[in-house]
T-cell receptor, first 110, second 115 residues
Framework: SQQGEEDPQALSIQEGENATMNCSYK?????LQWYRQNSGRGLVHLIL?????REKHSGRLRVTLDTSKKSSSLLITASRAADTASYFC??????????FGTGTRLTVIP | EAGVAQSPRYKIIEKRQSVAFWCNPI?????LYWYQQILGQGPKLLIQ????????DSQLPKDRFSAERLKGVDSTLKIQPAKLEDSAVYLC?????????????FGEGSWLTVV
């Protein structure tokens, strides 16, 4: 399978806490991307990390990539109720060819 | 900049009927994708176009699904005849398509319910 697999499937936290989601994959990748999907909406690109990078930051987001373990994590710090959504990792194996995981459903309780 | 436009947003049809979805990508984006997202799952690529040519349609059920991208801009995805298991959100997306690591922009999706 070329898709990523997220863990946990669902996560519920209090506002202000940090949320960590993990993604594992099985193939070689060019890069790994994280997307957010609010209920009933399309996916929104959050961050991309290339295979030769180990860590990347964007605002309250921190992504790590360990290609030796074929895994990535997404950390959302100081979570807000508006962060409630499903988060998907997607691996890019060929140019512009993304394979998505099944997602982590994050609920942030105000 | 206008986003990826899709229509219709919602469609309910009976099994064995046909349905068509339309997508207008972001202006200038060479690569266009159709993904199928079943409730509770991640998006699955159905077909990828580069301009008006097909790059990957390996997961498109060609006995019932068809897609075209005339003139390398708009695209339509058709299902005929529909089955119950086709109930899903059909997401269109586009990217500038130059090399690796291009951001893919998604539309809001077309929700299909087959009854």
């Amino acid at each position: 399978s070329q898709q990523g697999e997220e863990d946990p499937q669902a996560l519920s936290i209090q506002e202000g806490e940090n949320a960590t989601m993990n993604c594992s994959y099985k193939t070689s990748i060019n890069n790994l991307q994280w997307y957010r999907q609010n209920s009933g909406r399309g996916l929104v690109h959050l961050i991309l990390i290339r295979s030769n990078e180990r860590e990347k930051h964007s605002g309250r987001l921190r992504v790590t990539l360990d290609t030796s373990k074929k895994s990535s994590s997404l950390l959302i710090t100081a979570s807000r109720a508006a962060d409630t959504a499903s988060y998907f990792c997607a691996i890019e194996t060929g140019a512009n060819n993304l394979f998505f995981g099944t997602g982590t459903r994050l609920t942030v309780i105000p | 900049e206008a986003g990826v436009a899709q229509s219709p947003r919602y469609k309910i049809i009976e099994k064995r009927q046909s349905v068509a979805f339309w997508c207008n990508p972001i202006s200038g984006h060479a690569t266009l994708y159709w993904y199928q997202q079943i409730l509770g799952q991640g998006p699955k690529l159905l077909i990828q176009f580069q301009n008006n040519g097909v790059v990957d349609d390996s997961q498109l059920p060609k006995d019932r699904f068809s897609a075209e991208r005339l003139k390398g801009v708009d695209s339509t995805l058709k299902i005929q005849p529909a089955k119950l298991e086709d109930s899903a959100v059909y997401l269109c997306a586009s990217s500038s398509g130059q090399g690796f690591g291009n951001t893919i922009y998604f539309g809001e999706g077309s929700w299909l319910t087959v009854v």
